[in-house]
């Protein structure tokens, strides 16, 4: 089956600039997330998408970072304006419904955001 | 608060085994994962647990004890290419993923 496919790989901006991802998950999966990794730390959860409705968006910085799965399928997440904070990677991954705890996350391979 | 704590760094040796343990500490409990992760990758799914026990999968095993909040990872026969991070997630009651920081693993010949 085709992995969750995210673009662009790698992007460079300068500080107060906008970027967009983009994410398309695993066919059939439910459930979308946006993380951002910082070097040498685990994921941080930024969105959780069930469908095209919000489950979770507590750590979204929501006066710079907004994020939509209109139809259900893929995703964008924007940053408008970027801080030098945000360089980072961002990660989305999809799975079946999380209740069925034993569901892993796919992973895409990421987006490496520098901001300059 | 919910926490997950999990070396930072270890070194083995190649054809040596070695264990990689997180201990956590969260609101409810649904399973616990192990993912790698290689530099500039993206997470892979390893394992996962639910029960107490041991959960083995070829070269690599998953141990639980949720009395403890402890697991480790055991990989075995070490090959270079394990050289990786290692990450523990739990999953919550609200069936949340909580990460921990990972474990950067270096195999030396």
């Known amino acids: 089956e085709a992995g969750v496919a995210q673009s662009p790989r790698y992007k460079i901006i300068e500080k107060r600039q906008s970027v967009a991802f983009w994410c398309n998950p695993i066919s059939g999966h439910a459930t979308l997330y946006w993380y951002q990794q910082i070097l040498g730390q685990g994921p941080k959860l930024l969105i959780q998408f069930q469908n095209n409705g919000v489950v979770d968006d507590s750590q979204l910085p929501k006066d710079r970072f907004s994020a939509e799965r209109l139809k259900g399928v893929d995703s964008t997440l924007k940053i408008q304006p970027a801080k030098l904070e945000d360089s980072a990677v961002y990660l989305c991954a999809s799975s079946l419904v999380p209740k069925h705890s034993n569901q892993p996350q796919h992973f895409g391979d990421g987006t490496r955001l520098s901001i300059l | 608060g919910q926490n997950i704590d999990q070396p930072t760094e270890m070194t083995a040796t190649e054809g040596a085994i070695v264990q990689i343990n997180c201990t956590y500490q969260?609101?409810?409990?649904?399973?616990l994962f192990w993912y790698q992760q290689h530099a500039g990758e993206a997470p892979t799914f390893l394992s996962y647990?639910?029960l107490d026990g041991l959960e083995e999968k070829g070269r690599f095993s998953s141990f639980l004890s949720r009395s403890k909040g402890y697991s480790y990872l055991l990989l075995k026969e070490l090959q270079m290419k394990d050289s990786a991070s290692y990450l523990c997630a739990v999953m919550d009651s609200n069936y949340q993923l909580i990460w921990g920081a990972g474990t950067k693993l270096i195999i030396k010949p």
């Open positions: 969260t609101s409810g409990f649904n399973g």
């Open positions: 647990n639910v």
